[in-house]
C-alpha cells in the first residue's frame, strides 16, 4: 500500500501527463505527426489519441471500482481502436479532451480516503486489480508513451 506522499506524487504525475504531452508534440509537422515512433509502432498521431481513449477508460474503471463491488473491469482492443478513422483527426480534440479529463481524474482521486484505495475490481487480462494498482499503472502510463514521442524527436533532431 502506498503511502499518502507516494499516493500524492502518482496522482500529481496524471494531472502534469496533458500539458507535458503538449509540450512533447508542439510544432510537429503532420508528416512528422504521421511518424511511427518505432519501427511498426504506431504513429505520434495515433499516441496521442490512443492516450486521450485509455485515459477516458481508465478514468472510468477508477470511478467503478470506488463506486460498485467487485465490479469487473471493461476491455477493449487498442490496436483496433487505434486504426479507427478518427486516428487520423487533428491532434487539438484530444489534446482538450485530456486537459480536462486529467483535471477531474486528478481531483476525483485527491478526494478518495484512504479505505477506498483496496477496493478491488476483476479485470479480465490481469485478475484481481485494486484501485491503488490502477493508479499504479496509469501514473506511468502517459508519462512512457510521452517518452516515446520524445525520444522519436531526439532520433529525428526534430
Known amino acids: 500500500m502506498f503511502t499518502t506522499d507516494q499516493r500524492t506524487a502518482k496522482i500529481a504525475r496524471i494531472a502534469a501527463c496533458p500539458p507535458a504531452l ?9 508528416e512528422q505527426l504521421d511518424t511511427p515512433y518505432r519501427d511498426g509502432g504506431w504513429t505520434v498521431r495515433q499516441v496521442v489519441h490512443h492516450l486521450a481513449d485509455s485515459h477516458a ?28 478513422s478518427d486516428m ?17 481524474w486528478a481531483f476525483f482521486l485527491s478526494s478518495l480516503s484512504g479505505a477506498m484505495w483496496t477496493k478491488r475490481a476483476h479485470h479480465p487480462e490481469r485478475g484481481e486489480i485494486s484501485l491503488e494498482d490502477l493508479l499504479e499503472i496509469y501514473s506511468e502510463h502517459g508519462a512512457s508513451h510521452i517518452r516515446q514521442i520524445t525520444d522519436l524527436r531526439a532520433r529525428q533532431g526534430w
Request: proline share 4%.
Open 22 to 30: 503538449r509540450r512533447a508534440v508542439k510544432d510537429l509537422t503532420d
Open 88 to 104: 487520423k483527426m487533428p491532434l487539438e480534440p484530444s489534446l482538450t479532451m485530456l486537459d480536462g479529463l486529467h483535471e477531474r
Open 57 to 84: 477508460n481508465a478514468y472510468l474503471r477508477c470511478r467503478w471500482v470506488a463506486a460498485e463491488e467487485n465490479t469487473t473491469i471493461k476491455t477493449y482492443d487498442q490496436d483496433v481502436w487505434a486504426n479507427f
